[in-house]
């Protein structure tokens, strides 16, 4: 299975740069230099709510924003007025994945699902799918709009926290198509303005790998244009080698998993092998007589494979025991302290005694022994005193009979006709 990748990051400005690439704008190239111009016409930008889609992007996004904003301050010059997110996945997996037309348009209704259940239907400018670059990807603009009016962007892209949950959430969202979240706390760090994934593995190979514009005449008429280009050239260049960074980081982070699976498949294989020949050794050495192969054996006697997986379902059994037979156990012992056959009868000594809670506390620890003898005489074993499962038991109890008792002690007082006040008044005089 190949990685989901889903890049968010604040744009800057008013967007005209991430526009022109996006909408692969003529006489703007220099904003997609590995374009291939005979594949543009496989490019999707997807219709949108309002027709936001058709605007230019700078001003689709003044559009929104004057018509959601309902804030009383002016938005800062310098405020981030837009997202910009890319959607893809590992190169190989979306060449594959594009080749099955209809898994593909699945895959770009989930994309825009996800990302219109994250941000807003509303808030997308552009949900564009390229097509004419290295590997299938999607641009998603989205205007950061609060649900109360505000543009904050540090609220919708949240904290490290946030981000990752976010992730999570991308990652089973692209299950379906055989992709899975990306790894875990990369140090990579990327922009979504401008960051491509068609450059990944094989970036260094390819025949459209951006390069630095060389100066000659045309170039001297044009100093400004000149600069541009070359700028732009190398904003790409570095972001191919930071993908490329963190494609290895992935390939080694999927080496060290299967390296870590399959040593511990041997140490497992190894183990069962010597458990089978220790049980066979045990068996021979039992000679005619054999070996009383009961859950004592199973648990304490047996070899080190099949003593640890016994124990496993040992313990799921006895659980399965306990929420069928504790809270009766609990019940019954609770009563035997607390004989009250008539509620009607009932008299201020029986709800003094209710009070007690050593009472409470030997009825759970009552209640402990006898699951433990049941458990003794269905497996031929028990739980020591003080073992960690008595003590769980004994807590599990004092649960059960504390829920009886509060219920029996409200239908006392109501008997006896004690109020909250009164109640309150005897702790008290108790405590004095």
């Known amino acids: 299975m190949g990685f989901a990748v889903f890049h968010p990051g604040k744009g800057s400005g008013a967007g005209g740069g991430i526009g022109s690439h996006i909408d692969r704008a003529e006489g ?15 490019n999707i930008n997807r ?55 209809e898994k593909f348009k699945k895959w770009q209704q989930a994309n825009y699902d996800f990302v219109k259940k994250e941000f807003g239907e509303m808030n997308i400018m552009r949900f564009t799918l390229h097509m004419d670059e290295k590997t299938p990807h999607i641009h998603a603009i989205v205007v950061p709009l609060t649900a109360d009016g505000r543009l904050s962007a540090k609220e919708l892209m949240g904290n490290k ?33 401008g960051w491509y994934l068609e450059q990944l593995r094989e970036a260094k190979e390819s025949p459209n790998k951006a390069t630095i514009p060389t100066f000659g005449v045309m170039e001297a008429l044009r100093p400004a244009k ?142 402990a022994i006898a699951f433990n003898k049941e458990v003794l005489h269905r497996w031929g074993v028990r739980f020591e005193p003080n073992s960690d499962m008595f003590g769980q038991l004994k807590q599990k109890a004092m649960e059960y009979i504390r829920e009886v008792a509060q219920h029996l002690t409200q239908e006392i007082k109501k008997a006896l006709g004690i109020s909250p006040e009164q109640n309150e008044q005897r702790s008290k005089g108790r405590g004095r």
Not at 54 to 70: M, S
Not at 79 to 98: A, C, N, P, Q, Y
């Open 226 to 367: 000149f600069l541009k280009d070359v700028k732009s050239s190398l904003t790409v260049l570095q972001q191919e080698n930071t993908d490329l960074r963190l494609e290895s980081l992935r390939r080694e982070k999927q080496v060290s998993t299967a390296q870590a699976g399959l040593k511990k498949t041997k140490n497992d294989s190894a183990e069962y092998k010597s458990a089978v020949e220790d049980l066979a050794e045990q068996l021979i050495s039992a000679g005619k007589e054999g070996l009383k192969m009961d859950t004592a054996y199973a648990l304490l006697n047996a070899p080190a494979a099949l003593k640890r997986a016994a124990n496993v379902i040992f313990m799921r059994e006895v659980k399965k025991y306990e929420q069928e037979r504790l809270k009766p156990l609990a019940l019954e012992s609770y009563q035997k302290y607390h004989r009250i056959p008539d509620i009607s009868k009932i008299t201020q000594e029986n709800y003094d005694l209710l009070q007690k809670k050593e009472d409470l506390e030997l009825a759970a620890v009552q209640a």
């Open 47 to 101: 219709a949108l709510p309002s027709g936001r889609h058709l605007a230019n992007l700078p001003e689709a996004i003044n559009e929104r924003i004057k018509e959601g904003y309902t804030g009383k301050k002016a938005i800062r010059k310098d405020g981030v007025r837009f997202l910009s997110l890319v959607l893809t996945g590992t190169h190989e997996d979306m060449i594959k994945l594009s080749g099955d037309a």
């Open 28 to 42: 703007q190239e220099h904003t997609y230099p590995h374009a291939d111009a005979a594949r543009r016409a496989l």
């Open 161 to 193: 926290k946030n981000l990752s949950l976010r992730q999570d959430r991308y990652g089973e969202a692209m299950a379906d198509f055989g992709l899975i979240r990306g790894v875990r706390e990369s140090k990579a760090n990327h922009t979504g303005e």
